[in-house]
């Protein structure tokens, strides 16, 4: 880890996740973090541990996107303590065809030079008709 502050460990973390630098983003994590994604789609829960975070929740997300076509932009952050909030824009083209576009907000604690936890927010009902819905035909 090159930094212990909050703000820095998560814009490292979201550019590995732009750059597809699979190493960077598990360094990120803490072994014991959790991930907390809200709503009621098949990845909506509390991820619980690195492995699960990393390899299941974000690696299987990777599967639903064409590759070469995700685009990850940090919009901003705001820290306070060892929380930060980071907004980033996400666009793909889904293996579905759909166009996936979606405005995410994740709140962040840093601890140690590691993301501990994560609650994201996003456009649930968008993940639903682009990433999960039914293929036409």
Same mark, same amino acid.
């Given at each position: 880890?090159?930094? #212990?502050? $909050?703000? #820095? ?8 996740? &732009?750059? !597809?630098?699979?190493a960077v983003i ?7 973090? #959790?991930?907390?994604?809200p709503g009621s @789609? $098949? ?5 619980? *541990? &690195? ?7 974000? !690696? *299987?997300? !990777? #599967? =639903?996107?064409? $590759?070469? /076509?995700? &685009?990850? %932009? ?6 306070? *303590?060892?929380? =930060? ?19 995410? @907000? ?7 030079? &590691?993301? /501990? ?9 968008h993940v639903a008709?682009? @990433?999960?819905? %039914? $293929?036409? *035909?």
């Open positions: 880890m090159t930094s #212990t502050d $909050p703000r #820095t460990v998560v814009v490292r973390y979201v550019e590995a996740v &732009r750059d !597809g630098d699979a598990r360094d990120s994590f803490d072994p014991d973090a #959790t991930w907390h994604y @789609l $098949p990845t909506s829960k509390v991820w619980r *541990g &690195r492995d699960a975070i990393v390899d299941d929740f974000l !690696g *299987g997300m !990777g #599967t =639903v996107f064409v $590759p070469g /076509t995700v &685009r990850i %932009e940090l919009v901003g952050t705001i820290a306070e *303590g060892d929380r =930060v909030v980071a907004e980033w824009t996400s666009k793909a083209r889904t293996v579905h065809g759909a166009d996936y576009d979606n405005r995410c @907000l994740g709140i962040f604690t840093v601890r140690e030079g &590691r993301i /501990t936890s994560v609650i994201e927010y996003a456009d649930t009902h008709a682009t @990433l999960f819905a %039914e $293929p036409q *035909g």
